[in-house]
């Protein structure tokens, strides 16, 4: 399974991005897997903020990000989308996504859990 992040850019503050993540593979079944978008900002650890079980649908967010981003899922296309609104500076980061089989119960934001990582997608919040 690949994954590839895509849709980063420069954005200012309280605008909005939507980033990408494209899952390929052969003979894979996504509904055997969780997938989670990480970021990583300059200096800083790696952050998990959001959660989604391609098994039951659970999806959890980090409170810096959970009234203002939003995990999404295209079947049909094998994507995952992160919608990102009321942008901050804060946010700037490179962010990532993953995915792990079977999906976690718990821990679902922690990066240790993950083994299959995509490149990451620059996003950037300045005026």
């Known amino acids: 399974v690949q994954l590839q992040a895509s849709g980063g850019g420069l954005v200012q503050p309280g605008g909005s991005l939507r980033l990408s993540c494209a899952i390929s593979?052969?003979?894979?079944?996504?509904?055997?897997?969780?997938i989670a978008w990480f970021r990583q900002a300059p200096g800083k650890e790696r952050e998990g903020i959001a959660f989604?079980?391609?098994?039951?649908?659970?999806?959890n967010y980090a409170r810096s990000v959970e009234t203002r981003f939003t995990i999404s899922r295209d079947n049909t296309k094998n994507m995952i989308y992160l919608q990102m609104n009321s942008l901050k500076p804060e946010d700037t980061a490179n962010y990532f996504c993953?995915?792990?089989?079977?999906?976690?119960?718990?821990?679902?934001?922690?990066?240790?859990?993950?083994?299959?990582w995509g490149q990451g997608t620059l996003v950037t919040v300045s005026s």
């Open positions: 989604l079980s391609m098994s039951d649908g659970t999806i």
């Open positions: 993953a995915a792990v089989s079977p999906p976690p119960f718990r821990d679902t934001l922690e990066p240790y859990l993950y083994d299959l």
């Open positions: 593979g052969s003979s894979f079944t996504l509904e055997y897997y969780a």
